[in-house]
């Protein structure tokens, strides 16, 4: 359904994913994607990043940025700040992500950047034994992580939290943490790409050590999220900036209700959303203070829902 601003209507719109090079990524990202346009090794896929370009609709060819610049209140809705407040990507390690902190809001914003970024992972594939470094062990602090990074050992001070297909971890900021390889990951985070690299296995990036020490919290929520049966979709995680959902339809159409700005991301299958085609691994930006929108499928179709908090 439209959403009305300033006398302009603004309907949901589909977006391409903007395919973001990694060291630790992969050149082949199939099934997901035929072609990331690049010989480079692509290690996210940014559905509902500021480069991300609408490919539906009146809007299409612009990015997401220059949309919410300019019809955000009826993008994100009146109280939004000017960016779309989530930031959902699919990941693709191929290697070891570093071990790496991100800064809570309080931090962030007293180095003058907006928000924080707090995220979750919901594991879309992952092979036998997959695992992700998650949070440091009890009785760790900055003196053993500064050590441990000398000599090269700070994998062994984190915990390691073993996943498969359909778990949902939650990630809070100040944690420190690594994706590893042998996953495919939707992540759904706050809009921020604020992340201090603090241990690498010797490659030659640059480290942000001591910031990473100044933002790092030595305990944190972090963790796996059991998921909830609701009526007619199933709840992976709901914390202060985001709510993610399951919808698995087998056939037919389902009315899906948007609480707050957010989008539809593909996971399995195909359908429609208001008559918009999309399918796994695109977005579809709902825009906020819709009263919902109806999703068809005709053969099955896995969809998630993410949303951010309303705002006023």
Not at 49 to 61: I, N, R
Not at 78 to 86: I, K, S, T, Y
Not at 132 to 140: D, E, I, S, T
Request: with cysteine; charged share 20%; net charge negative.
């Amino acid at each position: 359904m439209m959403t009305m601003t300033k006398g302009i209507a603004v309907a949901p719109f589909r977006l391409a994913p903007y395919f973001s090079p990694r060291i630790w990524g992969k050149a082949d990202l199939r099934p997901w994607y035929e072609s990331t346009g690049t010989t480079e090794l692509v290690g996210e896929a940014w559905l509902t990043g500021p480069e991300s370009v609408v490919e539906s609709g009146e809007l299409a060819g612009r990015s997401l940025a220059s949309v919410v610049k300019e019809f955000g209140d009826a993008v994100i809705g009146p109280g939004g700040d000017g960016e779309f407040p989530l930031l959902v990507k699919i990941l693709f390690p191929n290697e070891k992500l570093s071990l790496q902190v991100h800064p809570d809001d309080a931090h962030a914003q007293a180095m003058g950047q907006p928000r924080g970024k707090t995220e979750c992972w919901y594991v879309l594939e992952a092979e036998p034994g997959a695992a992700v470094a998650l949070g440091l062990k009890p009785g760790v602090g900055a003196a053993e992580v500064r050590a441990a990074v000398a000599d090269g050992t700070m994998e062994d001070l984190m915990e390691h939290v073993p996943v498969e297909v359909g778990d949902m971890v939650f990630v809070d900021a100040g944690t420190v943490h690594a994706i590893l390889p042998g996953v495919v990951l939707l992540e759904t985070q706050q809009t921020s790409d604020t992340t201090f690299r603090m241990y690498d296995y010797g490659r030659p990036r640059e480290l942000h050590l001591e910031q990473g020490l100044g933002v790092m919290k030595t305990h944190t929520k972090a963790g796996k999220v059991a998921p909830k049966q609701m009526d007619g979709f199933t709840r992976l995680i709901e914390e202060q900036y985001f709510s993610v959902d399951r919808f698995d339809v087998a056939a037919g159409s389902v009315q899906v209700a948007m609480d707050g700005p957010g989008c539809l991301v593909g996971l399995k299958g195909a359908g429609t959303v208001d008559g918009l085609a999309f399918k796994a691994g695109q977005a579809v930006v709902v825009p906020a203070g819709s009263d919902g929108v109806r999703v068809e499928a005709r053969d099955g179709f896995s969809f998630a829902r993410c949303v951010a908090p309303a705002t006023k």
